[in-house]
């Protein structure tokens, strides 16, 4: 997982936040997160809207301050990281100021950094030498986020933060961008992003952190994860048994019970189906269907009840 | 690493955007060419002995160069709502350094105007004056528009981009108004010409006219001035701070 592996001691992680809490009023949006992430990986925060996602990352950017709770950077606080230029980043919301072509807006930007990565260099990696030219109002979205993408990386940062950079693209845009995304990321550079859909995870990340109501419930491998997020349902024909019962199968979230019917929603439906049919060999018209993402994150957060979730994570470690 | 750098595409931002630069050059450039021109012959207005350009100049003068330093603070309400200030939060640039640029480039425009303005009015109005006097009045301009550059910045981080134009359109226009800069609206006694004095734009108006009454501002214009200064610069602070709470919230 991490790419970096070396012999010399090793220097500080690229990110380390300790027990970072926030609320905005009576919501507590970030309930203690902890994560390390060493210098090279490149990690997908992952989670539905409304997980803690965007807030972690500001307060890891240092735009928002955290209520309790440390951010370091390359052993060094945000805005100190910030200010040597070892950190860009692409905030989800955001626009171009105007009346400046791209070109003259990188050349802006890159000024204010100590070492600046050449505008040529970022006009090429970002993708946008044919619209060097262009002033920024002229720009379609795909080509604006290129821009976006282009001011975070014009510092020449060793750690890349994105949230949620391809929510307001089309699909093609979105497949674009995370081409050029990998070509920057080649380079060693340490990438962070959030995103709420799982394939960009699993396709582009190396280590996926999965957040719901505002904590880490889990972190691993795309593969885990998957486990995790693969929720599958098994529905099967099995009268005269209690949902309980069911309910205490291997694999097993919830069971619910639907006139003769029985819905079995699993996080391991081969270890579930082979469980039911040794201790239930009655159960017929059997059918195993994947759940979606969205179902999948609904079981996760347990629509906001934490026992489900933890009982669901506790299941899900003794599982594997 | 270039602060300079920065400074100058921030200009060239300014100088291309038209919305600003029609209110603070354009707008009384034209006035000055058609209002002045028509009346290009009057050379004793109001017996004051000075002819009516040169007095319109001046009143131009002090509207334009007040609306460039209104709109160099007030451009920060866009940028805030564009998402542009978090983002630059991102960069070393510190905050004082970015409201520095935005003041900077305000008097920038304002100085521009003051050039453009002056020169149509010397070349194609004949107007003359002696080189103190437009010493006098740049000297009394550039100090008398500290109040509306903290004015601008308080605008930019209170207000929202869509009510800041209208807010700062209206704004600076009573301040003309009141101040005289569209032409004389008291005597020189009187309850009006009292309150009037108590205004900062009157005090702009004033240093213009310097130029040509010979006159520094008298201890109640420094002290107006001064006044003033010290209140908006207060209130863009607050303002200042206030919005940083609110985007480091």
Request: charged residues 15%.
């Amino acid at each position: 997982m991490n790419r970096n592996h070396s012999a010399q001691p090793s220097p500080a992680p690229a990110i380390e936040l300790r027990s970072l809490h926030r609320s905005y009023g009576s919501t507590h949006a970030v309930q203690g997160i902890d994560l390390t992430v060493s210098r090279g990986e490149i990690v997908a925060l992952l989670g539905p809207n409304g997980a803690g996602k965007s807030t972690t990352i500001d307060m890891l950017l240092g735009l928002t301050r955290p209520d309790s709770g440390t951010v370091t950077l390359f052993g060094k606080t945000a805005h100190e990281a910030v200010t040597r230029g070892s950190v860009g980043a692409m905030l989800q919301t955001g626009g171009l100021i105007e009346n400046l072509s791209v070109r003259e807006l990188l050349t802006m930007m890159g000024s204010l950094y100590p070492h600046p990565r050449p505008v040529d260099d970022v006009l090429a990696v970002a993708g946008l030498q044919d619209v060097a030219g262009k002033r920024a109002a002229k720009l379609s979205g795909g080509q604006t986020q290129r821009v976006r993408f282009g001011i975070a990386m014009v510092s020449n940062p060793d750690l890349m933060v994105l949230d949620e950079p391809t929510a307001s693209l089309d699909v093609l845009a979105r497949h674009d961008f995370w081409q050029t995304m990998r070509a920057f990321a080649g380079t060693g550079k340490t990438v962070l992003f959030a995103t709420h859909y799982l394939e960009e995870a699993d396709e582009f990340a190396d280590r996926i952190v999965l957040m719901a109501g505002g904590r880490i419930v889990a972190d691993g491998s795309a593969t885990q994860i998957k486990s995790v997020v693969n929720v599958r349902t098994i529905r099967a024909t099995l009268p005269d048994v209690d949902s309980d019962a069911l309910q205490a199968l291997p694999g097993v979230a919830a069971a619910d019970r639907r006139g003769e019917s029985v819905v079995l929603t699993c996080n391991d439906s081969d270890a579930t189906l082979r469980a039911l049919l040794v201790a239930y060999p009655g159960a017929h018209d059997l059918e195993v269907r994947g759940a979606g993402l969205d179902e999948a994150f609904l079981q996760i957060t347990g629509d906001g009840d934490t026992n489900d979730r933890d009982d669901m994570m506790n299941r899900q470690e003794a599982s594997r | 690493m270039s602060a300079l750098t920065y400074a100058k595409y921030e200009t060239v931002r300014t100088l291309r955007n038209v919305r600003f630069t029609a209110f603070s050059l354009v707008f009384p450039l034209v006035l000055l060419v058609i209002v002045g021109g028509a009346n290009r012959d009057e050379h004793n207005f109001l017996g004051t002995g000075i002819s009516f350009a040169l007095y319109y100049l001046v009143g131009m003068i002090s509207w334009g160069a007040m609306m460039s330093v209104l709109s160099g603070g007030a451009r920060i309400a866009p940028e805030r709502q564009l998402g542009w200030v978090r983002q630059l939060r991102l960069t070393p640039l510190s905050p004082g350094n970015y409201l520095g640029t935005k003041v900077a480039t305000g008097y920038l425009l304002a100085l521009l105007t003051i050039v453009v303005l002056g020169g149509v009015a010397v070349i194609g109005l004949g107007v003359r004056m002696p080189l103190d006097g437009w010493t006098r009045m740049l000297v009394l301009v550039l100090i008398g528009l500290i109040p509306f550059a903290a004015m601008g910045i308080w605008f930019g981080h209170a207000l929202s981009s869509e009510s800041v134009g209208p807010v700062m359109g209206g704004t600076s226009a009573l301040f003309a108004l009141l101040g005289g800069s569209w032409g004389p609206i008291t005597g020189n006694t009187g309850f009006v010409h009292d309150i009037s004095q108590l205004i900062p734009s009157y005090w702009l108006v004033q240093a213009g006219q310097s130029a040509f009454t010979g006159q520094w501002w008298p201890a109640k214009g420094w002290l107006v001035i001064a006044a003033w200064s010290v209140v908006l610069v207060a209130l863009a602070a607050r303002a200042y701070q206030r919005d940083g709470e609110r985007v480091a919230a």
